[in-house]
């Protein structure tokens, strides 16, 4: 009986199974309805969602990529119930979990694509450049893989700044034309989940948002989700205080690093990055970079890395003047280079004037009356 | 007790005052203009102040409870509003003014200031010695003030965009979000970073050139921002 599969399936039922009481469950909801920005009273309906919602297919495509997003989604906080919540969801394509591999493993995610219906996780960039040569995988490139899947597909979730927007491989001189999904394909609901990896507990939040409402949540005008990156790091900053109060961090480990002050002077990105992690964390929610001493480096906005390094300096250097230099090397020499060229010509113009170049006689303000005002 | 006509007749009649034939005296800067200039100044003075402290925060704070960054970004977003009414008043004003506040003594449309940029370019470069007739601002000053309104446009927009960062949700981030899809947050950085050393430059020029010309043809260029008043040959208007 279909219906009974499907109630065998649902996570309420295996909740006990896994020694995982309805308290903790609800907790877990709790913390997931906060994540999602949503009122406290969805925490019902989420739990109620997630007992009951069927088993939705998943296929989680890998492109150029370091499976980095994989391994921070593996580590979901809160195992008992982030396992189980990853265990309802049937990915049944995912070419670093699966078991299957070879034509096995085409099949199963070319059966997924027939079915229909399914949500689309894509990690890592795809090339375009020279057709795509540079990332094929079973005789097809990314792109081919993309279109294919993109057919059918409820949503796709890009999880890291590789597929939310290039990412590393798009760095210049971004050699194989390297663009995030969106670039690509258009039709479907596409959300973009960015960091460097993209945090655990933001994908879950996602996926259990879509199995909630049956939507993906509201985004921003980067196709940013509005409960995850609403709001910059520097304003939800713990060091925030001391960067007001103007107390910042000099040098690796010197007295202001030791007492937790503010580290925008080490060329910390936060004010320019939209992300939540000083609110949900990393690794269970222990700690995050800033809280860990060092700088964000901006790893979750469109065009990280070209503009967010140097990540030890606050403004990014400027090319084309030879060599790179930073802005205000740049401006320095602009002011110098105008008060010398504006002295020289200044004590050229007195010398022209004395040297008495004109031949057509004493113009307003020429130079026979004027030997004496040029203090 | 004498009256002022009386005293300014006396000096007339006096013949050891020179008095040029030919020469006049005339109001080129009407009052907003010369309000407006000295807001610009001020308003400059302030934001590359505290803007490079924004940038590059030099003033060291010990452990002791403080406003310092606060304090200073207060006063930057102040003064960046009233340069940016300043800025958008000017621009009205090149609508609305004499004839030597028009928008048309900046972008050189008509084809006699186009031949005189050229002149004037000369001037600089030691080809001609006399500084080219001009009233108001010279066809060379008046392109590169139109370079000054344009950056200073960027950087009211780029400053402002900026600014709106900390409330994506505000009605300054649906006014200025839209500099963030076309350009990265850093690019925005560095753009209104760069202005800053630009204006700088600008200023060392600006103030170098009104001295020199002053100089140069005694029509008491540097005095006339504050009074209004320029003494010209009747022939140079």
Request: charged share 20%; aromatic share 10%; proline share 5%.
């Given at each position: 009986?279909?219906?009974?599969?499907?109630?065998?399936?649902?996570?309420?039922?295996?909740?006990?199974?896994?020694?995982?009481?309805?308290?903790?469950?609800?907790?877990?909801?709790?913390?997931?309805?906060?994540?999602?920005?949503?009122?406290?009273?969805?925490?019902?309906?989420?739990?109620?969602?997630?007992?009951?919602?069927?088993?939705?297919?998943?296929?989680?495509?890998?492109?150029?990529?370091?499976?980095?997003d994989t391994e921070s989604f593996l580590r979901s906080r809160n195992p008992g119930v982030g396992d189980l919540i990853l265990d309802l969801l049937s990915v049944d394509y995912h070419e670093t979990i699966m078991a299957a591999a070879g034509f096995q493993a085409e099949a199963a995610k070319e059966a997924t694509i027939a079915k229909g219906g399914y949500i689309v996780v894509v990690e890592g960039s795809v090339p375009m450049g020279d057709g795509g040569v540079y990332c094929t995988i079973g005789g097809k490139t990314a792109i081919q893989i993309l279109e294919e899947a993109a057919v059918g597909?409820?949503?796709?979730?890009?999880?890291?700044?590789?597929?939310?927007?290039?990412g590393l491989p798009k760095a210049a001189p971004n050699p194989t034309r390297a663009v995030g999904v969106a670039s690509v394909v258009s039709g479907v609901p596409i959300i973009n989940l960015p960091g460097c990896p993209a945090n655990a507990d933001n994908i879950t939040a996602t996926l259990v948002h879509y199995l909630t409402f049956g939507s993906l949540p509201a985004t921003d005008s980067k196709g940013r989700p509005l409960f995850a990156y609403g709001t910059r790091i520097h304003d939800a900053c713990e060091r925030r205080a001391h960067f007001d109060a103007g107390q910042f961090v000099l040098e690796w480990g010197d007295a202001g690093h030791k007492?937790?002050?503010?580290?925008?002077?080490?060329?910390?990105?936060?004010?320019s990055t939209f992300h939540n992690c000083p609110i949900i964390r990393w690794n269970e929610a222990t700690s995050w970079p800033v809280g860990s001493g060092h700088g964000c480096v901006g790893c979750s906005e469109p065009d990280f890395w070209d503009t967010m390094t140097d990540f030890y300096v606050r403004l990014p250097k400027v090319t084309g003047f030879g060599a790179e230099a930073t802005a205000d090397k740049i401006g320095l020499g602009i002011a110098a280079a105008t008060a010398v060229g504006f002295g020289a010509h200044g004590i050229a113009k007195a010398i022209q004037r004395r040297a008495g170049l004109g031949s057509e006689g004493p113009a307003p303000g020429s130079m026979e009356d004027d030997t004496d005002g040029s203090e | 007790m004498k009256t002022k006509e009386a005293r300014v007749r006396e000096v007339l009649q006096d013949p050891t005052v020179e008095?040029?034939?030919?020469?006049?005296?005339?109001?080129v800067w009407e009052l907003p203009v010369r309000v407006l200039h000295w807001t610009v100044v001020a308003a400059v003075l302030v934001l590359a102040g505290t803007g490079y402290y924004i940038g590059?925060?030099?003033i060291l704070v010990g452990s002791e409870p403080g406003f310092v960054m606060g304090l200073i970004r207060s006063i930057h977003l102040?003064?960046?509003?009233?340069?940016?009414?300043?800025?958008?008043c000017r621009i009205i004003w090149s609508f609305i003014g004499n004839r030597w506040s028009r928008w048309d003594q900046l972008v050189p449309v008509h084809r006699e200031r186009r031949v005189w940029l050229w002149k004037t370019l000369g001037y600089y470069l030691f080809?001609?010695?006399?500084?080219?007739?001009?009233?108001?601002?010279?066809?060379?000053?008046?392109?590169?003030?139109?370079?000054?309104?344009?950056?200073?446009?960027?950087?009211i927009i780029t400053g402002l965009a900026l600014a709106a960062l900390a409330n994506p949700q505000g009605v300054l981030w649906s006014t200025t979000g839209w500099v963030f899809s076309l350009f990265a947050i850093q690019t925005v950085r560095l753009v209104h970073h760069l202005i800053m050393w630009l204006t700088i430059g600008f200023v060392i020029h600006h103030v170098y050139s009104a001295v020199l010309v002053d100089i140069e043809e005694k029509s008491g260029l540097v005095s006339s921002i504050f009074t209004g008043y320029k003494r010209l040959p009747i022939d140079r208007l």
């Amino acid at each position: 009986m279909p219906a009974m599969e499907t109630r065998e399936r649902a996570l309420g039922d295996r909740l006990a199974q896994f020694g995982v009481n309805r308290r903790t469950f609800l907790k877990y909801c709790a913390t997931l309805t906060a994540v999602l920005a949503l009122p406290a009273r969805f925490t019902e309906r989420v739990a109620r969602a997630l007992e009951s919602v069927e088993k939705p297919s998943i296929i989680w495509l890998e492109f150029q990529d370091c499976a980095g997003d994989t391994e921070s989604f593996l580590r979901s906080r809160n195992p008992g119930v982030g396992d189980l919540i990853l265990d309802l969801l049937s990915v049944d394509y995912h070419e670093t979990i699966m078991a299957a591999a070879g034509f096995q493993a085409e099949a199963a995610k070319e059966a997924t694509i027939a079915k229909g219906g399914y949500i689309v996780v894509v990690e890592g960039s795809v090339p375009m450049g020279d057709g795509g040569v540079y990332c094929t995988i079973g005789g097809k490139t990314a792109i081919q893989i993309l279109e294919e899947a993109a057919v059918g597909a409820a949503a796709i979730i890009n999880v890291g700044t590789c597929s939310a927007y290039g990412g590393l491989p798009k760095a210049a001189p971004n050699p194989t034309r390297a663009v995030g999904v969106a670039s690509v394909v258009s039709g479907v609901p596409i959300i973009n989940l960015p960091g460097c990896p993209a945090n655990a507990d933001n994908i879950t939040a996602t996926l259990v948002h879509y199995l909630t409402f049956g939507s993906l949540p509201a985004t921003d005008s980067k196709g940013r989700p509005l409960f995850a990156y609403g709001t910059r790091i520097h304003d939800a900053c713990e060091r925030r205080a001391h960067f007001d109060a103007g107390q910042f961090v000099l040098e690796w480990g010197d007295a202001g690093h030791k007492r937790g002050w503010c580290l925008y002077k080490m060329g910390c990105k936060g004010p320019s990055t939209f992300h939540n992690c000083p609110i949900i964390r990393w690794n269970e929610a222990t700690s995050w970079p800033v809280g860990s001493g060092h700088g964000c480096v901006g790893c979750s906005e469109p065009d990280f890395w070209d503009t967010m390094t140097d990540f030890y300096v606050r403004l990014p250097k400027v090319t084309g003047f030879g060599a790179e230099a930073t802005a205000d090397k740049i401006g320095l020499g602009i002011a110098a280079a105008t008060a010398v060229g504006f002295g020289a010509h200044g004590i050229a113009k007195a010398i022209q004037r004395r040297a008495g170049l004109g031949s057509e006689g004493p113009a307003p303000g020429s130079m026979e009356d004027d030997t004496d005002g040029s203090e | 007790m004498k009256t002022k006509e009386a005293r300014v007749r006396e000096v007339l009649q006096d013949p050891t005052v020179e008095r040029t034939p030919g020469i006049v005296t005339i109001r080129v800067w009407e009052l907003p203009v010369r309000v407006l200039h000295w807001t610009v100044v001020a308003a400059v003075l302030v934001l590359a102040g505290t803007g490079y402290y924004i940038g590059n925060p030099y003033i060291l704070v010990g452990s002791e409870p403080g406003f310092v960054m606060g304090l200073i970004r207060s006063i930057h977003l102040a003064s960046a509003w009233v340069f940016s009414v300043a800025i958008i008043c000017r621009i009205i004003w090149s609508f609305i003014g004499n004839r030597w506040s028009r928008w048309d003594q900046l972008v050189p449309v008509h084809r006699e200031r186009r031949v005189w940029l050229w002149k004037t370019l000369g001037y600089y470069l030691f080809l001609r010695k006399e500084p080219p007739p001009a009233a108001g601002h010279n066809p060379l000053a008046g392109v590169t003030y139109l370079v000054v309104f344009v950056m200073f446009v960027v950087q009211i927009i780029t400053g402002l965009a900026l600014a709106a960062l900390a409330n994506p949700q505000g009605v300054l981030w649906s006014t200025t979000g839209w500099v963030f899809s076309l350009f990265a947050i850093q690019t925005v950085r560095l753009v209104h970073h760069l202005i800053m050393w630009l204006t700088i430059g600008f200023v060392i020029h600006h103030v170098y050139s009104a001295v020199l010309v002053d100089i140069e043809e005694k029509s008491g260029l540097v005095s006339s921002i504050f009074t209004g008043y320029k003494r010209l040959p009747i022939d140079r208007l």
